[in-house]
């Protein structure tokens, strides 16, 4: 009874064997039908969209060139100045009075400088007849009036820069923009120099906003791909469904080593005075791609915790080729890889399909 049994169990397990095999192989048949595609060498134009920060095409702080009293302050916070516009006025009798001395100083010195000229005019005309002067009176004459005239010079001077100082209390505007701070008023105490009773803050803060800077921080990745089409487009969160435009102007040519990335400057016209520095953007902009890339179905990547790869067909059977990945674009994408042109891959990739199997 054993020895039928055994028979009847051996049968059934190689029956089973048979089926387990039978399915095997025609799964295996089945997910050897796999839809080809030829990789292409070659870019993709695309745009990317990078968060960017609008700032003032212009701004200065302003501080005191000169010791004095605020008298003064004819502007205040948002109003709207022309480039040598009089903002603030500061009064200093010390420097009024030394520049009156240097006045007087110099008047004196040029008067000096004009008899001793003379006299030595003089001097010349009577030697030209033999025997009636010394050439040492003649001597002495010409370095008596040389010496006059490098003291007048040296007045001069003095009195320039006290004038230039005293130009220094009537503070202007050095472009037209708006005053966006002001942290002083009149008769408080300031300094060319960070002083007590301003805390070190500037009196007046001024910014061109007709036009505006938008900065973006453009990836490692994409800063060789930016197009030679300079046009760039943008929306701001504080007004949502309008778009604006502006043109890339600069880029720093080097990257941030904290980020790395490159930062890029484009010009934005804001005559309506829409936007304000400060607003944060979301930019578009296009780029080129990359000339050593190939091109394949985005669907033929596959997205591993480890890696990304393509699976190739090579002599009949699939290989994973680790790349990195490009632009997308619609559903292209590039590829950076051990890969040649024309190389078949498979399109509809994923990671059950293993190494070595064999294609159709």
Not at 96 to 123: E, G, H, M, P
Not at 137 to 151: C, F, L, Q, R, Y
Request: hydrophobic share 40%; charged share 20%; net charge neutral.
């Amino acid at each position: 009874m054993y020895k039928y049994l055994f028979i009847i169990s051996a049968v059934g397990l190689a029956a089973c064997q048979q089926a387990v095999s039978k399915k095997k192989e025609i799964k295996t048949e089945d997910n050897n039908r796999y839809e080809l595609a030829s990789v292409v060498h070659g870019s993709l134009s695309s745009s990317i969209q990078l968060p960017a920060v609008l700032e003032p095409y212009q701004k200065v702080s302003i501080y005191p060139r000169a010791a004095g009293f605020i008298k003064n302050v004819l502007v205040d916070r948002g109003s709207v100045v022309r480039k040598g516009q009089l903002l603030l006025e500061l009064e200093a009798p010390e420097v009024i009075q030394q520049y009156y001395a240097a006045q007087s100083k110099y008047l004196q010195a040029k008067a000096v400088f004009a008899a001793s000229k003379d006299n030595y005019q003089r001097t010349l005309a009577v030697n030209e007849t033999p025997g009636t002067i010394s050439e040492h009176d003649v001597e002495v004459a010409g370095a008596k009036m040389t010496a006059d005239s490098a003291i007048m010079n040296s007045e001069l001077a003095n009195l320039r820069a006290l004038e230039v100082t005293r130009g220094y209390l009537k503070v202007t505007a050095p472009f037209d923009g708006v005053i966006t701070e002001r942290n002083i008023h009149p008769g408080a105490l300031v300094g060319p120099v960070a002083n007590a009773g301003n805390d070190g803050r500037p009196m007046l803060m001024l910014e061109e906003e007709n036009r505006l800077r938008l900065v973006v921080q453009v990836p490692e990745v994409y800063s060789a791909q930016l197009s030679s089409a300079r046009q760039i487009s943008f929306q701001v969160n504080a007004l949502p469904g309008r778009t604006f435009t502006g043109t890339i102007s600069r880029q720093a040519g080097s990257l941030n080593n904290r980020y790395r990335s490159e930062a890029v400057e484009a010009d934005v016209q804001n005559v309506q005075h829409l936007l304000k520095p400060g607003m944060y953007a979301e930019i578009t902009i296009p780029v080129t791609g990359s000339y050593q890339a190939m091109v394949v179905p985005a669907s033929a990547v596959v997205t591993s915790t480890e890696k990304k790869y393509v699976v190739t067909v090579r002599q009949g059977r699939t290989k994973w080729i680790d790349i990195q990945e490009g632009n997308r674009h619609n559903d292209s994408t590039e590829i950076f890889g051990a890969l040649q042109p024309d190389e078949k891959v498979i399109v509809h990739a994923n990671d059950e399909i293993g190494e070595g199997i064999v294609v159709d």
